[in-house]
């Protein structure tokens, strides 16, 4: 172990934050649910650099789970974890309790209209408010200069973004890519829900953005085309079911016909009971 400080409390956090905040140091957060992976800590990694000191959060937050969701078997890999931010070089790990967060009596949330409704929320409706209201929670808590989101989720660091800017929240937010394993799969904590073949064929979805993009880089600018030929290549892995594709504005989200600006190519996949989302950004 190196001298990453484990805190459960919210008045433990502030304590430290506020030694930290008189020193003049810059603090990072890294907000995350744990079962930490390479994606993570390249978020750490980059916090380490941005900020004097990084703080890590574990919080499976129920808000952000709906009915039949996966909140009771969501991956819980804490010795792992710790053990992980010790070595990544992390100060702090804050790892607070549901009553923590959600004291008796809690009664707000955040809700950002506009960004909410498509891709993931139409199939997810209330995700976003739980994920926009733990972030404001945990931005009060700690007070960071930055904090740091995988461009894995695009629709939620869309609407972090958005709502930092509408609260005037302080917060610089930083972006960092996804990471990804060697055939192409997007590093998520869900991937541990794969059965080997399920695994095998979520390769699909990167050799279908690969598709895509060859497509762009030959002229195609039709969005029907692109998304025709990304069903297509996923189309070849059985146990594949597309929830949502769809090529969007990487800042409103809204539907776009024709590529004529940088596009995102946001799609979610189930591969048996696994939902797997991805994206990527298509430049004409
Ligand atoms: O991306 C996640 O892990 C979660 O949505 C976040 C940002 C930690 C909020 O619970």
Same mark, same amino acid.
């Given at each position: 172990m190196n001298d990453i400080t484990l805190l459960r409390t919210v008045e433990q956090v502030r304590k430290l934050v506020d030694r930290w905040r008189t020193a003049g140091m810059r603090i990072g957060l890294v907000p995350t649910m744990g079962a930490l992976h390479q994606g993570h800590l390249s978020l750490v990694s980059i916090a380490i650099g941005e900020a004097d000191r990084v703080i890590v959060s574990i919080f499976v937050n129920p808000a952000q789970f709906g009915s039949g969701e996966d909140l009771s078997s969501y991956p819980s890999t804490f010795d792992e974890d710790l053990m992980k931010l010790d070595e990544a070089g992390a100060h702090c790990l804050f790892f607070p309790s549901v009553d923590e967060i #959600?004291?008796? +009596?809690f009664s707000t949330s955040v809700h950002v209209s +506009? &960004? $909410?409704? =498509? &891709?993931c929320g139409k199939y997810r409706p209330g995700h976003f408010d739980g994920v926009a209201t733990v972030c404001a929670i945990l931005f009060g808590i700690v007070r960071p200069d930055i904090a740091f989101f995988g461009e894995k989720d695009a629709q939620q660091l869309a609407v972090i973004r958005r709502m930092v800017d509408d609260l005037n929240l302080g917060v610089l937010v930083h972006a960092g890519e996804t990471i990804r394993e060697p055939d192409g799969l997007a590093m998520s904590s869900? =991937?541990? #829900? &794969?059965n080997p073949e399920e695994r095998k064929q979520s390769a699909a979805i990167s050799r279908s953005f690969s598709r895509a993009a060859e497509l762009v880089a030959e002229g195609e600018r039709n969005a029907g085309r692109i998304c025709g030929a990304v069903r297509e290549v996923i189309g070849n892995a059985p146990l594949a079911t597309i929830q949502y594709l769809e090529l969007v504005d990487?800042? $409103? &989200?809204k539907h776009v016909e024709k590529l004529k600006a940088p596009a995102l190519l946001a799609i979610a996949v189930y591969f048996g009971h696994t939902r797997l989302i991805d994206n990527i950004v298509l430049k004409p």
């Open positions: #959600y004291p008796f +009596g +506009g &960004l $909410t409704e =498509n &891709l869900r =991937n541990s #829900y &794969l990487p800042d $409103t &989200l």
